[in-house]
């Protein structure tokens, strides 16, 4: 029988490695940068068009390349970094795999440019799909720039998997403030189609972070400082106060090197423990040096995991650390033994309530409004005059297939299908809610009762009231006496930027704002000002998990999120009338089974159920 195993040409080996490093436009950019950082260089540009698609460019003023280097620097496994494999262990370098420049050049047009300080002239390379175009002698400044453009031109397959701009330029911006966090000495510079999004110059790390993330990051970071002999660890991790929904700000760096550990994370939470709220995310940025000798890089291709000699001495000495500085700088709780008992709360205070947060149905929003149901409205002993929700309960009774849907809901008997309540029983359901546990709102029904879960039911309340004003496009706005300007990253306005319409929508009003925050004039009516940025942020949270393509999934996030954001929560004692006005609001919904996130929003419970319960 003949061989049939043959070794694969290099330009096909090639764009197989180019399959685990090129995953889209911000390996590039990633790759790029790194490699202008082990050049030595003190300024780096990067320019990018169409997320990435176009271009993607990054120039230097490193050490640049001779011509040999310059053509030898494609080919696989060609790399200066490295010449033993013992160097694995003592690596200074971002790369050392040689193989980034061979993979996109495998699927991408590259324009090289080159030229070392010594050298008179440059030499300028163009290659595409691992064939070398052209090469030609230049007049060039020192350093390298790369040119990559049309990415994966050659594999549709890839190009068509690319997300939207939107998503993919998300990836650059994370690409990009990784290495620049890794390097405040060095000048980075970021432009996107034709606008700067990011001037960096040589600063301190603290610098470096605010400029980075926007002015109001500074107040929040605490310093973090320790050396021991297996670990230096340096940096800044949030005050708890500032714990954010997301965990969109949280950097290790190793040796320089961004990396990602659930294991590191896991010990910062370790050291937050007890002061932070359920769920919230503290920022950090921890730069941890240790012996190359004592970590492996070469674990993965992107080289954003390593394994480290002695995990758990770092976990323990991470968040000894951390949560010394939060006690050093007053953040931490500290138990006090010595209370003064006179400065208690006096009693009668603190067994007051809290004030309970009011639900606010959209007063205009009555899906079923017509002569009909106004003139049935006129005819009903309203317990409260001012509050309109009974017009959606009334309206309830005409259109009865918000309930006739309910097919998943069998213990309904026929003769409960058409109507949940009889006019009695409106008074009745009205009159004789119950909040149970801060949790549930119990009301009976003609045929036994309902269990309301309150935040759940809010949720799906708020969230069809959303996506009713956004897509009918009439909703109304408080004006506020003082526009609030909110400070957001580059990243996150850009989100907001395309978020406008949809935002507006709901009834915020936007007024000029800048590059680095918004002006926000106007509001929903629905929300507080002072929820206003707790909204926003959960939404760019939200929006960065998952960024949704079509417009109309766009408004279905914001409209979850917000409800979300607003719904009560449980925990909240509500007074009768916010729970009536709930039941009612939820049983006008189009979709009252389920909230927003497809969970149950109430259960029924038939007599005989119970009568079955006191047979036993
Ligand atoms: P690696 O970085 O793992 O060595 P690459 O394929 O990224 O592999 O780069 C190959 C080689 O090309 C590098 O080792 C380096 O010598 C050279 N090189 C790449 N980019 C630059 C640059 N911006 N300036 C100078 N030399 C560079
Ligand atoms: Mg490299």
């Known amino acids: 029988m003949s061989s049939i195993i043959q070794l694969l040409p290099d330009h096909v080996a090639n764009q197989i490695a180019a399959g685990e490093v090129v995953q889209r436009p911000a390996s590039v950019v990633k790759e790029l940068l790194e490699n202008a950082v082990d050049a030595g260089a003190t300024d780096i540009k990067l320019i990018v068009k169409d997320a990435g698609k176009a271009l993607v460019q990054v120039i230097d003023n490193g050490k640049g390349m001779s011509v040999t ?18 160097d694995l262990f003592s690596l200074g370098t971002k790369g050392f795999r040689g193989e980034a420049l061979a993979s996109i050049a495998a699927i991408a047009h590259v324009e090289m440019k080159t030229k070392q300080a010594q050298d008179e002239l440059g030499t300028q390379i163009v290659i595409e799909g691992s064939k070398f175009v052209s090469q030609e002698v230049a007049v060039l400044p020192q350093g390298t720039s790369f040119a990559v453009k049309n990415l994966f031109f ?21 690409e990009f403030q990784r290495v620049a966090l890794a390097h405040p000495n060095i000048y980075f510079t970021f432009y996107h189609n034709g606008s700067e999004m990011f001037n960096l110059p040589m600063s301190s790390l603290r610098q470096r972070i ?57 010990a910062v939470m370790a050291a937050y423990d007890g002061i932070l709220k359920d769920g919230a995310q503290p ?33 323990a000495i991470l968040r000894a650390t951390i949560k010394h500085s939060l006690g050093q700088f007053n953040v ?10 006179n400065l208690d709360t006096p009693y009668s205070y603190k067994d007051l309530e809290g004030e309970t947060p009011t639900i606010q149905v959209d007063r205009s929003f009555n899906p079923f409004s017509d002569d009909k149901v106004n003139k049935h409205y006129s005819s009903y002993k309203k317990p409260e005059p001012t509050a309109n929700w009974e017009s959606l309960y009334v309206g309830l009774k005409q259109d009865t297939d918000v309930f006739t849907s309910n097919a998943d809901f069998s213990f309904e008997t026929d003769e409960v299908t058409g109507s949940l309540f009889n ?29 309301v879960d309150q935040q759940r039911a809010h949720q799906r309340v708020l969230y069809e009231q959303f ?29 907001i930027e395309d978020l406008k319409l949809s935002l507006v929508n709901t009834g915020f009003v936007f007024e000029d704002g800048n590059t680095d925050h918004v002006v926000i004039s106007g509001i929903p009516v629905n929300i507080t000002e002072s929820e206003v940025s707790m909204v926003l942020e959960q939404l760019l949270s939200d929006l960065q998990d998952g960024i949704p393509e079509s417009s109309f999934s766009q408004n279905d996030t914001i409209a979850k999120s917000m409800a979300k954001s607003l719904a009560v929560k449980t925990g909240t004692t509500l007074s009768i009338k916010e729970q009536e006005n709930l039941v009612n609001g939820l049983f006008a919904c189009k979709d009252p089974n389920v909230s927003p996130f497809q969970k149950p929003t109430f259960i029924t419970m038939r007599v005989e159920d119970l009568d079955k319960k006191f047979a036993i």
Request: charged fraction near 25%; glycine fraction near 4%; include cysteine.
């Open 69 to 86: 280097d310059a053509r030898l620097c494609f080919e696989r496994h060609a790399t200066s970094k490295i010449r033993l494999a013992e």
């Open 154 to 174: 050659n594999i549709p397959a890839r190009r068509n998997f690319l997300k939207s701009d939107t998503v993919e330029y998300r990836h650059i911006i994370d």
């Open 210 to 266: 605010v400029t980075i993330f926007s002015g109001k990051m500074n107040e929040k970071l605490v310093p973090v400082q320790e050396g021991t002999e297996i670990v230096t660890i340096e940096g800044f991790v949030s005050k708890p106060e500032f714990a954010k929904k997301n965990r969109g700000e949280q950097f290790f760096f190793v040796n320089d090197r961004f990396i990602k550990s659930g294991y590191l994370h896991h």
């Open 283 to 315: 920022s950090y940025f921890l730069y941890l040096n240790v012996p190359p000798n004592t970590i492996d890089i070469n674990i993965h291709p992107t080289k954003t995991e390593i394994k480290f000699d002695d995990e758990h001495a770092l976990y």
């Open 332 to 341: 931490a709780p500290i138990l006090d033994f010595d209370r003064d008992a």
């Open 423 to 451: 006019d009695e029983e409106v008074e009745q359901a009205v009159h004789n809610s119950y909040q149970i546990h801060k949790k549930y709102i119990v009301s009976p029904i003609k045929s036994g009762m309902v269990i």
């Open 467 to 495: 996506l009713t004003n956004m897509t009918v496009q009439q909703a109304s706005s408080q004006q506020l006496l003082f526009p609030l300007d909110l400070f957001f990253s580059s990243g996150e306005m850009e989100l």
